[in-house]
């Protein structure tokens, strides 16, 4: 209780000393900064996670595959790696794991085939259904 009660005189104490009139603004000064102001675009720009895994379409589609196997695909993650828009994780979800774990299956199979062809077609795929 002792400790409450000194904080509360230590409060009140910093509130009598300090005082509004005591600080100034300069109307100049703040007008010259705003004037020497650079607005800069952001150096960084939003991507898709594929192109934040390195670019490869080889390592995207082995790191979909991996996500989609560890059970991840229930929720459509591998989708998300594979730079599908994020609109699928919740139409994954709400078929229970895009219907009944069907589709992460046929997907995972078809990575798998795209590995083996070397190719990249499933990149950036909007549809719910990437083999359709």
Known sequence: MKKLLAAFVAILAFAAVA?????SVDEASIDALFTEAVVEAPSVAISPISASIGGDSTVTNVVALVVDWIGLGFFGIHRLVLGTNPLNCIWYTLTVGGIFGVIPLVD?????VDLIQGSASWLDNPAFIMWI
Request: glycine residues 10%; proline residues 0%; neutral net charge.
């Open 19 to 23: 005082s509004a009139t005591n600080y």
């Open 108 to 112: 995972g199979i078809l990575l798998i």
